[in-house]
């Protein structure tokens, strides 16, 4: 039986709401991969460029961070007041022929113009995609967005284990240019299948200049931007130099780390986001400050578990202990966008969410890997090879800061939250 609003789905497009979701999870999933597969390629990558770690972590990090984030306001903008899903089928088009083009980069200077193109398409991708599943899942808005949100796990795993493959199989160029022309072929798909639900008119929007003020006014959208933010700036830090850190400190070949990190990230990740949908949903019924609270407790959780991993004798011990960090390093991402959805009106959602990734995503994504990467360079006179290893597991400590502000955050959410129009 079809749930909940599904029948307006259906008559507004012809094409059931869990093939929309499927085919938005699609390209978050590529939205990832395009971003991981630059960790596990780090170690051919900088060799053939001769690149230090500094100049690799803003390749990896502040070169697609500046107009990702830059973008991501007046994207969403674009997309609030024309359709989404066209918006986000040209992101997807965009960021594919670009990674595409990365392939073909023969020096840093090169590869970073390339990443500044991905993050170009990339900006147009998940704020209007947050909007339209919060549209089509009102019954159950978390837990499809935690749905959705497994884009990210999977991403990671699958750019880690394909890149490997690839890079093994074929060379790291042509790993670029298989995953470009697969962004490009998804492309039309979600033009053609993806439409909107009915959305109150143009004219009686509220302009861009009106969306940030209003969730600025609210210190819930400051406390969960900043906190998620310090999560992410781990978080991407992590992703793109773990794998370096298990060949280096691990003695791993290229194919081998990424096996075992594509398990980690799969299945501690997708049990993470999954059950932050699933928890929040069910706690944040009765009180909505567990959409705050269950993320500050995962961070907690995750400063021991990921320092304790990295710095294992063996990978028998350090498998298991990564893999409950992936999970709870990635808990976060149901609770807090279905929070920050919930912080503006429904016609200004992407928007709102747009603000939201502004944040993010200039900190956690241009800041993170190369705080890890100048780190690391830092201490190799010092450390030698374990120079990295260190640097990752200090950077877990930030996750402290992160739940401080989310729990902080929960005690004003209940207070700035915007329900949903009758």
Known sequence: MPGPGEDVANAARGAPRRLILGLLLL???????????LGILATPIKADLHLSDTQYGAIAGLAFALLYSALGIPLAYLADRTSRSAVIAGSVAVWSVFTGLCGAAMGYG????CRLGVGFGEAGGVAPSYALISDYFADHRARALAIFSLGAPIGLAGGTFLGAYL??????????????????????LIHFYVRELPRPSVANQAPVGQVFPLVARKPTFWLLAFASSLSSLCGYGLAVWVPSVMMRSFHLDLLTTGKFLASLLLVGGSAGVLAGGWFSDRLGRADRR?????PAIAWLVTIPTYAGGLLAPNLWIAWPLLLIANA???????????????????????????SFLLINNLIGLGVGPLLIGRLSDALKQSYGADALR?????????????????WVAASRLRSDWVADEA
């Open 110 to 113: 090169q590869l970073f113009l």
């Open 390 to 406: 260190n640097a990752a597991v200090a950077c877990t400590a930030i996750y402290a800061v992160a739940a401080l502000l989310a």
């Open 328 to 354: 709870f390093a990635i808990l976060w991402l149901g609770p807090v966008t279905t929070a920050v959805q919930h912080l503006a009106p429904r016609h200004m959602r992407s928007t709102a969410a747009a």
């Open 27 to 37: 390209a978050y999933i590529l939205n990832f991969v395009d971003r991981q597969i």
């Open 290 to 294: 567990w959409f705050a609270r269950l």
């Open 167 to 188: 890079a093994t199989s074929l060379g790291w160029r042509l790993a670029f240019v298989v995953l470009g022309i697969t962004g490009v072929i998804l492309a039309p």
